[in-house]
């Protein structure tokens, strides 16, 4: 399992093969020397680039960050004063493209997301990296004329969290939505939030 690619730095090849582990073979699965091997690097090169499993780890979150940024194309949402229904359709493709061509990429976010929970200090990069992507949702909301931009931030998230997950790793991993459900059910929620 080799995921160079050309131009990558080392610590880009580090990272991307330390988040292709996470999604195969679980936290348990990630060493350095398996990083080695995977990214195809003589043994000892992951720990010159990350010493510990801390800054592993940190480095993977990183990475996973500027990854599903592109995955999500958060920069490429439409003006939210061009309508729900042009955001509402960029929106669910994002959403269907971490389901499907990116599912790995997802995967390995719920393996940091629970490691997380058990290390404080990878907490802590975790919810920086995430923030990002709540701060653009938020601004987004605001923009269709949100009453409480915070809240349905969080109920977007939740929604969008919640189908990855039942998708990618819970009871509906057999069964991926169509495009074409992941609008009508993103077009329920954003036209009940914003109705009142």
Do not use: K
Not at 25 to 54: C, E, F, I, K, Y
Not at 97 to 120: F, G, K, N, V
Request: hydrophobic fraction near 45%; glycine fraction near 6%; charge should be positive.
């Amino acid at each position: 399992m080799s995921v160079r690619t050309a131009g990558a730095s080392r610590a880009d090849l580090v990272a991307d093969s330390a988040l292709a582990l996470l999604a195969e073979r679980g936290m348990r699965g990630l060493t350095h020397r398996a990083v080695d091997q995977a990214a195809g690097l003589p043994q000892g090169s992951t720990s010159n680039v990350a010493r510990t499993r801390q800054a592993l780890l940190e480095l993977a979150v990183r990475r996973l960050a500027e990854r599903e940024a592109r995955v999500l194309a958060l920069h490429e949402m439409p003006d939210p004063r061009a309508g729900t229904d042009s955001l509402l359709d960029a929106m669910a493709l994002a959403t269907h493209r971490a389901l499907t061509r990116h599912r790995e990429l997802t995967l390995a976010r719920y393996e940091l997301a629970l490691e997380a929970t058990r290390r404080p200090e990878l907490r802590a990069h975790f919810d920086a990296a995430g923030a990002r992507f709540r701060d653009q949702l938020t601004g987004l909301v605001v923009g269709l004329g949100s009453t409480s931009p915070d809240r349905h931030a969080l109920s977007l998230i939740a929604w969008a969290d919640g189908l990855m997950f039942s998708c990618v790793a819970g009871s509906f991993s057999a069964r991926v939505p169509t495009l074409d459900e992941v609008r009508a059910d993103l077009r329920e929620l954003l036209h009940g939030m914003l109705a009142a």
